[in-house]
């Protein structure tokens, strides 16, 4: 390890040791032992780069090796990382969708930074910055347009009015925002349930838990819900959602470390078991909490998952400082749901596969649409599209309306829709 110590400065070797603890002593040997080998070949052979810019790519390789999703921080960076882990970002209070490739603003937050600079529904986002938004997957435009507290960023613009051809540039400065557990929480005609987690925050499980119970008073036939995208790290949220299906105390998951000793165990909390089923919407974004809240229903009684594999991202990380004022944030614990039997870094695969295309992992769920639609069902209004049908024609319309091009949630309905005619709960 001499040679290791010729560039401790740079925080190599206090990356190295801590690998050695961190791995346990048995694996600790078979990874640390190419290493030392590179690191005396490159003091034998007076290899010339060892400028701090090598070390940390050196760095950055260790870690992404062992944690894909790992990364060496800065302390503004660890912030702004473990804070969106709590459902707080700095954006520009925008709700996007993607159709045809394009970025459309479906929805401007009241009193958002965008609707201080005029920013309104509807129009395109065909900039953001320097880059260009057409052809992105929607998850890395929004990665783009969130940033540092206070900083700027510069939107180009295009309107939809014909009378407004040129785009336009504006300058938003991002700001503190709060994501809320749920998006949307309703209740359709056809008395099925559908909730939207955004992620599993603190009080989310009660939250998605107690609203579930309340659907029970409602006699709904079943609920959906959805945790496309949905992250979180409260895995304590899990238990109390998964008690709405257990009448008796059971593991959920272990909690273990590096040498696969259970550090904890966590079991079903006490609850009310609900009376239908539960269909549960997962993508390749499901991760964190929320993914292994779709792990834990997946062996529940009850629930159906429906979509694509979730991220295989199944893990609880730690900040360690490094010499360099950098911060190693990495996997130091791993989760291993009760009865599910897959492999570190795998996603938890559906009952139900949908395949996707890429632009279609991001869902346009065309809520105002939705809202309006909804709402016309309980209106006597004669001018309404849907005067002169029966009222479970105008669910049955309404609930088209709703759904749109989603086939993930098409899927779910029609499963649900099926088991109420079937008369099976």
């Not at 390890?1 to 603890?21: D, E, F, P």
């Not at 890429?358 to 001018?383: F, G, H, Q, Y």
């Amino acid at each position: 390890m001499n040679q290791a110590r010729n560039i401790a400065g740079y925080g190599c070797l206090g990356l190295t040791l801590w690998l050695a603890s961190a791995v346990g002593a048995g694996a600790s040997d078979a990874l640390l032992g190419p290493v030392e080998d590179v690191i005396k070949m490159v003091g034998e052979k007076g290899v010339i780069a060892r400028d701090d810019a090598t070390a940390f790519k050196i760095q950055e390789a260790v870690v992404k090796t062992l944690d894909p999703h790992g990364a060496i921080l800065t302390p503004d960076q660890l912030d702004r990382r473990q804070e969106e882990e709590k459902g707080v970002f700095f954006g520009v209070g925008l709700t996007l969708t993607l159709k045809n490739k394009k970025v459309s603003i479906v929805e401007v937050a009241k009193d958002g930074p965008a609707a201080a600079v005029g920013v309104k529904t509807g129009w395109i986002v065909e900039k953001i910055g320097d880059t260009a938004t057409e052809g992105l997957e929607l998850k890395n435009v929004v990665n783009l347009l969130r940033g540092g507290k206070g900083e700027p960023v510069k939107l180009t613009l295009r309107s939809t009015d014909e009378k407004e051809p040129v785009p336009r540039e504006v300058s938003v400065t991002r700001s503190a925002i709060q994501m809320p557990v749920t998006g949307m929480m309703e209740l359709w005609p056809q008395q099925i349930g559908y909730i939207k987690v955004n992620g599993l925050y603190d009080q989310s499980g009660v939250q998605i838990a107690e609203q579930l119970k309340r659907w029970i008073d409602e006699k709904a036939v079943g609920a959906i819900i959805d945790v496309r995208g949905a992250n979180g790290i409260n895995v304590d949220a899990v238990a109390d959602v998964a008690g709405v299906l257990s009448r008796t105390p059971a593991p959920l998951f272990a909690i273990k470390d590096g040498n696969n000793q259970v550090v904890r165990s966590v079991a079903v909390k006490s609850g009310t078991p609900l009376t239908y089923p539960l269909m549960i919407l997962v993508d390749r974004y499901t991760s964190g909490a929320a993914e292994i809240m779709a792990g834990v229903l997946k062996e529940s009684k009850g629930a159906m998952l429906i979509g694509e594999s979730t991220a295989g991202d199944r893990v609880l990380r730690e900040a360690m400082p490094l010499s360099s004022n950098r911060w190693l944030y990495v996997a130091t614990r791993r989760i291993e749901i009760a009865g599910l039997a897959i492999k570190d870094g795998e996603g938890v695969p559906p009952h139900v596969q949908v395949t996707l295309k890429p632009e279609e992992s991001i869902l346009d769920k065309k809520e105002a649409k939705t809202r309006d639609s909804i709402k016309s069902l309980k209106s006597d209004d004669d001018s309404s599209p849907f005067s002169g049908l029966s009222d479970p024609e105008k669910a049955d319309k309404a609930l088209i309306a709703r759904i749109g091009d989603d086939v993930v949630l098409r899927r779910a309905t029609d499963i649900l829709l099926g088991l109420k005619a079937l008369g099976i709960r």
